[in-house]
C-alpha cells in the first residue's frame, strides 16, 4: 500500500499490479486526488474499512485473480455501496466484458492505453455528480422527516406539535388519551407511540370500543371462562390479556357504559382482570392508549362517564387538528396517496392539475384525512388520463367551492348594492384618470364613456376636474 497526492484532496484508491501505469498515475491522479496505490483486494477492504474512499479504479485483470472474479468483487462492492464512484481498467476490447462492466455497477470503463488525462476528468466530473446526488438525498430524506412521522403524514406546525409530543412520551408507560374529529387518524397516533417506544415488539390490540355491540363487549374485553355463558364453550382472554406485556388501544372510549367504566377503572387501579366466570384475577402488564372525538368533559358533567376514570385515561393527552386547519398538509397527503393507490393497482402515478388542487386545498373536509384518502383513491380509479381536473373532483366539493367564492362576494349580512357599484365606479375613474394622466377626454375614451358622463361621474363622486 502506498499514498501519494494531496493530504486534503478527496481519497481515491487505485487497484493495480502493473507498475508501467504508475508514473501516469503519479502525474495525472495524485496531483488531483489523495491517491492510495494497492496491490490486492485484501487490501483494497482493509482500506475501506478504515477511511472513507470517494473512488475506486481497479485493473480488472490483476486486481483479484480472472476479470470475471474481480468484476464478482466490485459487483458485490457497489451493492455494499451504491455511493462509490467505480472504473475499471481492462486491455481487452470486448464487447461483452463491457456489457458484465456495466452489469456489475461499473461508472466506466477505460481499455488500454489509458488516457490518465481522460480518467482525471471523468473522476473529477463523477465525483461532483456523486457529491450532487448525495447532497439531494440527504435534503429530500430531511424534508420526508420533516413532514412525516411513522405513518403520520404532515409538515404544519401543528402536526410537528404532535409529533413532538409522541416523542416525548413513547418510552414511558404513561397512559394516552388521543382526541381529536373523525377521520383524523388517531389510531395512526396510537401506532406511532408504540413503534417509537419501549414495546414496539410486544403485542398492539385495537378495538373500537363503538363497533362492539353492547352484549358482547365485555366478554370481548375481559374474556370468559368454558360455560360462564350460553355459547361459551371454550374460555378466551379478553382484549385485556391479549395485550399483556404491550400496548392496548381503545378507540371510541367514550361509547363505553357506565358499567364496563367501573370495570375497566379496577383493572387500571389494580393492574388485574377477570374473566368472565373466573373465580380469580390475573396480573396484567399493559399499557393503555385511547381514543375518542367526544366531549369528555361534558359527558363527565352529565354523568356519561365516569370522573375517576376520566383523570385516569387523560393522563398524556394529544389533540389531533382536523385537515381544516391543517391545509398547508394536503398537497403532502394527495402526493401519499396517488402513489400509495397508483402502486397498488399498477397504475402510472398521476397528478393533480393547480387548479383542482386549489378547489381540494380549500374544501373544509368533514371527514379530514379518511375523506382525503377515500377520494384520492376513487380519483386513482375513476379519472382517466394522467391528470386530475376540477372536472373529475365531486360535485359536493365544487358546490362548497362555489357557495365560498359566493361568500366573499355576498356576506350573509348582506350588502348595500348601490355602495358596491359606486365603488367600482369610482375604482374605474381613478385609474382611467391616472392612465391618462387626469385627460378626461382621454380617460372617458379608454372606459368607452363620453366625455359628458364623464364629467358628471367625476362630480357626482368629488373626483377633482382638472380639464
Known amino acids: 500500500m502506498k499514498v501519494v497526492g494531496s493530504a486534503g484532496a478527496r481519497r481515491i484508491a487505485i487497484l493495480t499490479t502493473d507498475d508501467a501505469i504508475l508514473p501516469e498515475i503519479q502525474e495525472w491522479l495524485a496531483s488531483s486526488f489523495h ?3 494497492l496491490n490486492s483486494w485484501d487490501e483494497l477492504q482493509d482500506l475501506l474499512e478504515a477511511v472513507q474512499i470517494a473512488a475506486v479504479v481497479a485493473d480488472i485483470e490483476t486486481a483479484a485473480g480472472s476479470s470475471e472474479d474481480c468484476l464478482k468483487l466490485l459487483h458485490d462492492l457497489r451493492k455494499l455501496n451504491s455511493d462509490l464512484v467505480l472504473v475499471g481498467l481492462t486491455r481487452s476490447r470486448s464487447k461483452a466484458l463491457n456489457l458484465q462492466a456495466r452489469r456489475a455497477g461499473l461508472d466506466k470503463l477505460f481499455v488500454a492505453p489509458v488516457a490518465f488525462q481522460e480518467l ?5 466530473q463523477a465525483l461532483e455528480d456523486r457529491d450532487l446526488e448525495i447532497q439531494n438525498r440527504v435534503l429530500r430524506e ?6 412525516s412521522f411513522c405513518e403520520l403524514i404532515g409538515g404544519s406546525e401543528a402536526m410537528r406539535v404532535v409529533y413532538e409530543a409522541i416523542y416525548n412520551i413513547a418510552d414511558s408507560n404513561a397512559t394516552v388519551l388521543v382526541r381529536g374529529e373523525s377521520g383524523t387518524g388517531k389510531e395512526l397516533v396510537a401506532r406511532a407511540i408504540v413503534a417509537t417506544g419501549s414495546r414496539r415488539n410486544e403485542a398492539f390490540v385495537s378495538v373500537n370500543c363503538a363497533a362492539l355491540p353492547e352484549t358482547l363487549i365485555e366478554a370481548e374485553l ?3 371462562e368454558r360455560g360462564a355463558f350460553t355459547g361459551a364453550d371454550v374460555a378466551r382472554p379478553g382484549y385485556i390479556e391479549q395485550a399483556h406485556g404491550g400496548t392496548l388501544f381503545l378507540d371510541e372510549i367514550g361509547t363505553l357504559g357506565l358499567g364496563l367504566q367501573s370495570k375497566l377503572l379496577r383493572v387500571l387501579e389494580q393492574r388485574m382482570v377477570q374473566r368472565i366466570g373466573a373465580k380469580s384475577s390475573k396480573r396484567i402488564d399493559f399499557r393503555l392508549v385511547t381514543a375518542t372525538n367526544e366531549d369528555l368533559e361534558n359527558a363527565v358533567h352529565t354523568g356519561k362517564f365516569r370522573e375517576d376514570l376520566y383523570y385516569r385515561i387523560n393522563v398524556v393527552p394529544i389533540m389531533l387538528p382536523p385537515l381544516r386547519e391543517r391545509a398547508t398538509d394536503i398537497p403532502l397527503l394527495i402526493d401519499h ?5 397508483c402502486g397498488a393497482n399498477n397504475i402510472p402515478l398521476k397528478q393533480v392539475d393547480p387548479e383542482a388542487l386549489e378547489i381540494l386545498e380549500e374544501y373544509s373536509w368533514p371527514g379530514n384525512v379518511r375523506e382525503l384518502e377515500n377520494l384520492m383513491q376513487r380519483l386513482v380509479l375513476m379519472a382517466p388520463g394522467p391528470v386530475i381536473k376540477v ?7 365544487l358546490y362548497d367551492s362555489t357557495a365560498k367564492q359566493e361568500s366573499f362576494l355576498i356576506p350573509d349580512e348582506g350588502i348595500s348594492f348601490d355602495d358596491e357599484i359606486a365603488k367600482i365606479e369610482v ?3 381613478r385609474a382611467s384618470l391616472r392612465r391618462t394622466e387626469n385627460n378626461k377626454t382621454a380617460a372617458a375614451k379608454l372606459l368607452g364613456i363620453d366625455r359628458q358622463k364623464m364629467k358628471y361621474l367625476c362630480r357626482k363622486y368629488g373626483i377633482a376636474d382638472s380639464g
Open 391 to 397: 372536472k373529475n373532483l365531486p360535485q359536493q366539493i
Open 337 to 341: 396517496f396517488l402513489r400509495l393507490y
Open 35 to 37: 491517491t492510495t496505490l
Open 120 to 124: 482525471q476528468v471523468f473522476l473529477m
Open 142 to 147: 430531511e424534508a420526508s422527516n420533516r413532514s
Open 222 to 224: 375481559f374474556g370468559h
Open 427 to 429: 375604482a374605474y375613474i
